[in-house]
């Protein structure tokens, strides 16, 4: 992951890959340890729900410190969508990150 101007942004992605990205969030948890994760994820043109689109949440894992999320073999070129990250530690807190995912043919 990259950062352009302080905001998040993934590689680029062409339609037919399929691979994880992380969600590092080792810098905010602390002491404590990530305990589950949900995933959402939106097309930026017009903020439609893409989570399933984009997404496989069975083939998502979480970690002490990182979240894997699972890109399928999707997305339109040309788009880019927003993903995001709410993450609860074992002590009940609640961090979110966001990043950005390009999709085109390269």
């Known amino acids: 992951m990259t950062t352009v101007a302080g905001v998040p942004w993934f590689a680029p992605k062409q339609p037919t890959e399929a691979y ?8 905010v948890v602390g002491d404590s340890t990530l305990s589950s994760a949900v995933v959402a994820a939106v097309d ?10 984009i997404t496989d949440v069975a083939q998502q894992s979480v970690g ?43």
């Open 64 to 106: 002490d410190y990182v979240v894997s999320v699972w890109l399928k073999a999707a997305g339109m070129t040309g788009k880019v969508y927003k993903i995001t990250c709410l993450a609860t530690a074992a002590d009940g807190s609640k961090y979110e990150l966001d990043a950005y995912l390009p999709v085109r043919a390269l």
């Open 20 to 27: 994880y990205v992380q969600f590092d969030f080792t810098d």
């Open 44 to 53: 930026t043109a017009d903020d439609s729900v893409v989570t399933s689109t």
